[in-house]
């Protein structure tokens, strides 16, 4: 584990738990009423089409939370996190892109069943619970180019699909701020240090994830119930 990890996530995490008590006592569920808004459903969307498995890819803020809840939503099989949206000839690690300067976000590959669930629907869940596509370069307490959020479209109708909802979210009024999320080209999607991967599911009492993460989980549980199953995919 890094200097740098700890002192991003976990410091940040347990220093927010220290100076709010309140926090001490707080339960996903209590958290997840602020974080609730839920987007509307996508007027376009990618057709499903023959294939069985398609691929999305999305960056909003430290990819605990991300592939934290996309785990656990129905029709997806697998979750990875990662790092993508910077140039294709460099290599990074956690400890190169938490330095903002390599162009990379810290981003989840998911992989899913577009007969289970739709594009539209993950940009639905994304923009419900995880993301806020009015922040420029951050999420929650996480600040820099790394944590901005983006989608990474990897086919003709995922763009056009990606495009059409970010225009709907800017005209649907639920924001006051103007939608800055970006549409990007993944370029090389490089896998996140092992670490990483399952870190919700991994470490439920961490206090990063109490405080910023686990509300995410819990919205989506209350907004999408019907998609929401209990067990997360690995």
């Not at 009423?33 to 007027?43: D, G, I, T």
């Not at 057709?47 to 398609?54: I, K, L």
């Not at 996140?192 to 599911?201: G, I, K, L, P, V």
Request: charged share 15%.
């Amino acid at each position: 584990m890094t200097r740098t990890f700890l002192r991003s996530r976990l410091f940040a995490g347990l220093a927010t738990l220290f100076v709010s008590p309140v926090l001490l006592t707080a339960t996903p569920q209590a958290w997840a009423v602020e974080a609730m808004q839920l987007a509307p459903k996508p007027a376009i969307d990618a057709p499903a089409g023959a294939a069985r498995t398609a691929i999305a890819y999305f960056a909003g803020g430290c990819f605990w939370g991300v592939e934290g809840v996309f785990s656990h939503v129905k029709g997806v099989k697998s979750v990875m996190s990662g790092y993508g949206g910077g140039p294709a000839n460099v290599r990074v690690t956690y400890e190169t892109v938490s330095t903002g300067s390599t162009g990379y976000a810290e981003a989840v590959r998911v992989v899913y069943d577009p007969a289970q669930v739709s594009y539209g629907t993950l940009l639905r869940i994304f923009f419900s619970v995880i993301a806020d596509p009015t922040t420029r370069n951050y999420q929650g307490p996480d600040r820099g180019t790394q944590y901005r959020s983006a989608l990474f479209p990897q086919s003709v109708a995922q763009e056009k699909a990606a495009k059409a909802y970010l225009a709907q979210l800017g005209q649907s009024g639920l924001w006051k701020d103007p939608i800055v999320t970006r549409i990007e080209p993944v370029g090389r999607f490089q896998t996140a240090e092992s670490y990483h991967q399952d870190f919700m599911t991994k470490n439920p009492d961490n206090g990063y994830i109490r405080r910023w993460d686990a509300p995410k989980l819990a919205a989506f549980r209350a907004l999408f119930p019907a998609i929401y199953t209990a067990t997360p995919v690995a």
